[in-house]
């Protein structure tokens, strides 16, 4: 993958002023701006640093780039890309729809390798697994289902073929009120060490 830099962004943001100008931009001339970051086929990378995006719902992607966009979820990395006045609605819809057509790429998560911390506090590493399948079970396969493949309808996104550190990061937003949404306290509803076993699940759920 390689590696975003700022002059990169800018030629790619300077190459679509001009040779889009004439026509409607096309989802894979858009997406031209973000796969220095999430990859040629959306599938993420740098560890997590970066979101799989292929695939996601197409509602709950332009809805996360509205919310990138009005800073109500704030993405440093991707602020330049809205400062462009061309970002407009249809632009989002426009890129949102190709990024949902993207087929799901396989990501290689399992076996995953859980913080052995976390692992210690319960019996066994099935143990582990176990109790996070039971908190998914509890707080969370209500609105993101019990396959973790969301619910497109309802805005709810799919927690599997997704990097546990972006997991992670996402957890510990909820949980310091960083990012919210209208159902982000019951996401947030998870201890640290809970969170780690229903990420192990997760990525058991995905393999
Ligand atoms: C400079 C790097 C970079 C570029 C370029 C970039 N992104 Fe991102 N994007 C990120 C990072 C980092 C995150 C994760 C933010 C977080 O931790 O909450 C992210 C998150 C997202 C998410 C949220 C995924 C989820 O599961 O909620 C979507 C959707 C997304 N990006 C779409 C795009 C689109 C569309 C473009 C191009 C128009 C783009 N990104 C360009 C870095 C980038
Ligand atoms: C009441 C419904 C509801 C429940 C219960 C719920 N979630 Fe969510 N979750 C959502 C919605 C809706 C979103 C997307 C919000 C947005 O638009 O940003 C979301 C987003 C997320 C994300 C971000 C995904 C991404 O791609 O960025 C994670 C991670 C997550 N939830 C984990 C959990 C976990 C773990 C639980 C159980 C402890 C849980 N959620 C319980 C509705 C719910």
Redesign the pocket.
């Known amino acids: 993958m390689t590696r975003f830099t700022a002059p990169m962004l800018a030629a790619t943001l300077a190459l679509w002023a001009t040779s889009a100008a004439a026509q409607e931009a096309t989802g894979e001339a858009i997406y031209d701006y973000c796969q220095s970051c999430h990859g040629k086929r959306g599938e993420g990378g740098e560890g997590g640093k970066y979101?799989r995006i292929a695939g996601?719902p197409q509602s709950?992607v332009d809805?996360?780039l509205h919310?990138f966009k009005e800073q109500r979820?704030i993405n440093k990395p991707m602020i330049p890309i809205f400062k462009h006045h061309r970002f407009d609605d249809d632009v989002i819809a426009t890129v949102s729809a190709y990024i949902a057509d993207m087929g799901v790429p396989d990501l290689a998560l399992w076996p995953n390798d859980p913080d052995p911390e976390a692992v210690a506090a319960y019996e066994s590493r099935g143990a582990f697994t176990e109790a996070g399948a039971r908190?998914?079970a509890d707080?969370?396969s209500?609105?993101?289902g019990e396959t973790a493949a969301g619910d497109p309808l309802?805005?709810?996104?799919?927690?599997v073929d997704?990097y546990p550190a972006?997991?992670r990061k996402?957890?510990a937003d909820?949980a310091t009120d960083t990012?919210r949404?209208?159902?982000?306290a019951?996401?947030?509803?998870?201890a640290p060490g809970e969170?780690e076993a229903?990420i192990d699940y997760l990525v058991e759920l995905g393999k």
């Not at 309802?154 to 927690?159: D, I, R, T, Y």
């Not at 019951?186 to 998870?190: P, R, S």
């Open positions: 979101p996601l709950y809805k996360q919310d979820r908190k998914y707080g969370c209500g609105c993101h309802a805005g709810v996104p799919p927690l997704q972006y997991l996402q957890l909820f990012r949404h209208r159902d982000s019951a996401c947030a509803d998870i969170a229903v």
